[in-house]
């Protein structure tokens, strides 16, 4: 989409800070449990992944894979800036870090260091309005993003957030050199348990020539209990 910014003398533009930390109350929680599809474009089709992942705040994530037959019971488990996971057929844990979070997740578009980044942006980035548009009919704010640390994965983002929804809608991530590297656009949205949530989303990986990853909610709850022992390394083997 070629986007048509208006003059910024001609808009009073809305805080960018502002407009990321409320997009940040609409999609975090304190605990959120989740089974999402995830449909990987290849050379050779469309193959399907299918998890079921827990999350308590911002540190705290366990992913149990349910489908396809041959990747069930692999989990993964992230605690702080540590991530594990664990594969049946080698009955090994491993410790993923370094060089290896940049590898895709189950041939994704997604990255083990797209996993680790902190859910909350406001934490990452500082924020600049720097115009409005329209996008599949609705009106959006289109931020930039400046990440306050040269350790962030993405120094620049760009995002299309809904004005009505306080929803991204589209997002691009660029490298420090203003290459683009990424960009996950939503597909469908739905008001669950009193937030707007992007059920359906096409997340691609520009340095790839297939087709990206759509990323399909089947359920979702919000701030429901999680036994506290589920985040732990002990539960990865069993």
């Not at 407009?19 to 929680?29: H, S």
């Not at 931020?143 to 809608?169: G, H, K, M």
Request: net charge positive; proline share 3%.
């Amino acid at each position: 989409m070629s986007l048509i910014l208006f003059c910024l003398f001609a808009l009073d533009l809305p805080d960018g800070n502002l407009l990321l930390k409320r997009v940040d109350e609409n999609i975090t929680a304190e605990t959120r449990v989740a089974v999402v599809e995830m449909r990987i474009a290849t050379r050779r089709g469309v193959r399907s992944v299918k998890v079921r992942s827990y999350v308590k705040g911002a540190d705290s994530s366990f992913i149990e894979y349910l489908a396809p037959g041959r990747e069930r019971g692999t989990k993964m488990l992230k605690l702080g800036k540590d991530l594990w996971i664990y594969t049946p057929e080698s009955d090994r844990t491993i410790r993923i870090s370094g060089h290896m979070l940049r590898q895709s997740v189950s041939g994704s578009d997604l990255s083990y260091e797209d996993m680790m980044e902190d859910p909350k942006l406001s934490n990452l980035y500082n924020a600049f309005t720097i115009g409005a548009d329209s996008f599949n009919s609705e009106l959006v704010w289109v931020v930039e993003l400046r990440a306050r640390s040269s350790e962030v994965a993405y120094p620049l983002r760009r995002l299309l957030i809904d004005q009505r929804r306080n929803i991204v809608l589209k997002e691009e991530r660029y490298a420090k050199s203003g290459k683009l590297l990424k960009t996950a656009e939503v597909l469908e949205v739905k008001r669950l348990d009193e937030r707007w949530v992007a059920t359906r989303a096409l997340f691609k990986d520009m340095l790839k020539s297939c087709g990206g990853t759509e990323f399909i909610i089947e359920e979702i709850k919000f701030d429901v209990p999680i036994p506290p022992g589920l985040f732990s390394k002990a539960l990865l083997r069993r």
